[in-house]
């Protein structure tokens, strides 16, 4: 039985939370809390103190809403129980340390990509430890041992397949799997929705010639949105329109988001340049790179944004940089026939404006709100460092002081508690508390120096959109392996091959955002300009020094 939060207030003592320094967390605090992404950030906060005990470890862990193996193994250090203590153990395992461990730890933390570090010898030991007690982790452990693994691969059941190829890692792939596949065969593989994350895996490597040549017309009925989307994408690389039409067709049919479909729009008009298709993507009600570019060559301005919104300089009725006060209002507004308006209406205080912008977006989806809040914190910025940040922010956290996401990313700059930390250290703030990152003068303040390094190395806001939110490492690799070289649908071909789903939307989105931005501050840009830069040569040089 779970015990409560409250038995273990009176039995351990009070620790400060080495996560960061300056603020104590207490098992009181916590459990006054709401269990949420919020409360888990400070357990989270809590448990790297360096006095917590198993007993309490384990009660923390139960209270958790969302743990992911990072914080599973931090709990499982602490925990003192033998079985969490193996799980800790073999995920942990190098590939070289599962030759002497058993067939549970093997099962259990043994991958495919591991397989790949070994020589055959020592797959053949692995696998005479595994295989009696887990035969499926013995087949898979046969593809490696294989003379011929990609025909050993084909030969495989389905599991055996997608555990393979979708984990084995881009290197072994290239190497080894990179072989044409019959029709037949890929259309058993298209029953399965694992095999939506093998096409994404294919289309998004350039190197994969004969397995992208495999995709070529195959029955995609089964397959989600983006795999037809990939698919339509592979068709048009190897210059068959008519079959790459087929497929966003399908694509389209499937997507649900208003952002989604702009895209297909858009892709329409540049493979057929009917300018119906920019007439239907000026109409849209997002506003994203798609239908801003369809504006910008009709020449029209984009309607029913609003960036001024009444507000009193007066204190607010909540404390805007406490999470729980903002889940609070979030729960509000996701309550069903709750009345959004007359909960944005509640909001009078210029230091509430992103909660009644919130608000209202909830209420009336056809408006757009692009404010500017906390205006008093970026006086003596430029007004590209303003774009760049509100660009940012409104993508991150809609400008909500105390967000909190489910990676603990803080604020509305969404710093990560370690690079909040470093960027501390950087500008010499001494005693920093990673809540500090809750108030919008500090969370400005961060962006302007995070963005500024960014900025020197990548130049375009799309590049350093991805920076922010892929790492600069990403974004590098990227421009390494090709993306942005130029060619007949250069950049946009590039834009939608972006392997990581997260910051190929988020980019595009902050992108759209500093156009806007840029606008309503006076210093007009083009979309299509910053789009056509992507190709120019510096911008992948300067990625580079």
């Known amino acids: 039985m779970k015990l409560s939060l409250r038995l273990y207030t009176f039995t351990t003592l009070l620790l400060f939370a080495t996560f960061s320094c300056a603020k104590e967390i207490t098992l009181d605090f916590i459990s006054s809390k709401p269990k949420s992404i919020y409360r888990d950030y400070y357990i989270w906060r809590y448990i790297n103190s360096k006095d917590i005990n198993s007993s309490t470890a384990l009660m923390l862990l139960g209270e958790m809403k969302r743990v992911n193996l990072r914080r599973f193994f931090k709990f499982a250090k602490i925990i003192d129980d033998p079985a969490y203590k193996k799980v800790l153990k073999c995920y942990k395992m190098m ?64 599991d055996t397949f997608f555990d393979v190829f979708n984990r084995v890692g881009s290197t072994y792939r290239s ?29 998004t490597n350039p190197k994969l010639i004969p397995l992208q040549l495999s995709l070529l017309d195959i029955n995609s009925s089964k397959l989600n949105a983006k795999s037809n989307f990939y698919l339509f994408l592979n068709a048009l690389k190897y210059k068959q329109k008519k079959l790459a039409l087929s497929y966003i067709n399908i694509a389209e049919k499937k997507f649900y ?82 009345n959004a308006t007359k909960i944005a209406k509640s909001f009078k205080s210029c230091d509430e404006l992103p909660y009644k912008a919130f608000a209202l977006e909830r209420a009336n989806y056809k408006n757009s709100y692009f404010i500017m809040p906390y205006k008093k914190y970026l006086k003596n910025y430029t007004k590209d460092e303003i774009a760049l940040i509100l660009a940012v922010a409104r993508q ?121 931005y840029k606008n309503l501050l006076g210093e007009k840009v083009s979309i299509i300009t910053l789009l056509q830069n992507l190709t120019e040569p510096y911008s992948r040089k300067s990625s580079q020094k």
């Not at 599962?98 to 397989?115: H, K, P, T, V």
């Not at 890929?186 to 096409?199: E, P, Q, S």
């Not at 375009?460 to 590098?476: E, M, S, W």
């Open 396 to 516: 991150e956290s809609r400008f909500i002081p105390p967000s909190i996401s489910t990676s603990y990313a803080l604020g509305m700059m969404q710093f990560m508690p370690f690079l909040a930390k470093a960027t501390a250290k950087q500008l010499k703030i001494k005693n920093f508390d990673t809540d500090e990152m809750f108030k919008p003068k500090i969370a400005y303040k961060f962006a302007r120096k995070h963005l500024k390094y960014l900025r020197k190395k990548l130049k375009n806001p799309l590049l350093i959109a991805y920076a922010y939110n892929g790492g600069i490492g990403f974004t590098r690799r990227m421009l390494k392996n090709g993306l942005f070289k130029g060619g007949q649908f250069e950049p946009f071909y590039s834009l939608e091959i972006v392997p990581y789903d997260e910051s190929k939307r988020y980019a595009k989105k902050v992108l759209a955002n500093y156009v806007i």
């Open 95 to 158: 590939p070289k340390e599962f030759l002497r461990s058993d067939a549970d730890c093997i099962d259990m933390g043994f991958s495919s990509y591991d397989a790949t570090k070994l020589d055959k010898n020592s797959l053949l030991k692995v696998k005479k430890i595994v295989e009696r007690v887990y035969p499926k982790k013995g087949k898979m452990i046969d593809i490696f041992l294989s003379d011929l693994p990609f025909e050993a691969l084909l030969d495989s059941d389905k």
């Open 175 to 203: 190497k080894n799997f990179d072989k044409f596949i019959s029709r037949e065969y890929i259309d058993r593989l298209a029953n399965d929705k694992r095999f939506n994350y093998t096409v994404k895996l294919i289309v």
């Open 257 to 338: 988001y208003r952002f989604d479909k702009d895209k297909v729009l858009f892709w329409k008009y540049l493979i057929t340049k009917k300018k119906r298709y920019l007439e239907d993507l000026a109409k849209s009600v997002d506003k994203n790179i798609y239908s801003l570019y369809a504006l910008e060559i009709l020449k029209k301005n984009p309607k029913n944004i609003i960036s001024d919104l009444k507000c009193k300089h007066t204190n607010p009725k909540i404390d805007i940089t406490d999470p729980f006060e903002w889940l609070k209002v979030l729960n509000k507004l996701n309550k069903k026939d709750t």
